[in-house]
């Protein structure tokens, strides 16, 4: 039995696509990942986010019928070698098991563009719940200490987390 089609994108979108890559990440001139083209076995969705170490898209994994996040890494950042380095720190992140870390699900190149497959968590980002209302300093600490126990079961696994910041955020006195 094959999968089930997902539950959002329409069958022309899971069944059809070619390779898309992003402009300054892969070979190729697409200006962003495309609805329906494909990176190995998902197929894009949309666009999530871009960051310094690439572009996160929102993806269906045919063969295992779920949606998953997938970060295509910016080719300035990595040589050679880096696939290596890749896989290996794919593989330590796939041991963290922890509710506030992501499930590493895979990890590998498609036409040279480096990938990871990732957990879907459907939700504001931190900076988006931020700015979405005023948050009192209790609200704040939560989250950070939620934040933080990711963090040290990553560090556990000898994992170091590169890009962790807070910006400032409006707070509320009551």
Same mark, same amino acid.
Do not use: K, M, N
């Given at each position: 039995m094959g999968p089930r089609e997902p $539950?959002? $994108?329409?069958?022309?979108?899971?069944?059809?696509?070619?390779?898309?890559f992003v402009e300054g990440l892969g070979e190729g001139d697409a200006d962003a990942p495309v609805a329906g083209r494909t990176i190995g076995r998902y197929v894009v969705l949309s666009t999530l986010g871009a960051g310094a170490m690439g572009v996160v898209v929102s993806a269906y994994d045919r063969d295992l019928d779920r949606r998953v996040a997938i970060k295509l890494l910016r080719p300035d950042l990595w040589g050679g070698t880096e696939a290596d380095v890749l896989q290996r720190e794919a593989r330590a992140m796939a041991r963290v098991s922890h509710p506030n870390v992501v499930q590493v699900y895979d990890a590998g190149a498609d036409h040279g563009q480096l990938f990871l497959a990732m957990e879907y968590v459907d939700g504001l980002t931190l900076r988006g719940w931020l700015q979405e209302t005023p948050r009192t300093v209790s609200d704040i600490l939560s989250v950070a200490q939620q934040a933080g126990k990711g963090l040290a079961a990553?560090?556990? +696994?000898? =994992?170091?987390? /590169?890009? =962790?910041? =807070? +910006?400032?955020? $409006? =707070? /509320?006195?009551?």
């Open positions: $539950p959002e $994108p329409s069958q022309d979108l899971v069944s059809g696509g070619e390779t898309t990553a560090h556990s +696994a000898g =994992l170091i987390h /590169r890009d =962790l910041f =807070l +910006a400032s955020v $409006p =707070l /509320r006195t009551d």
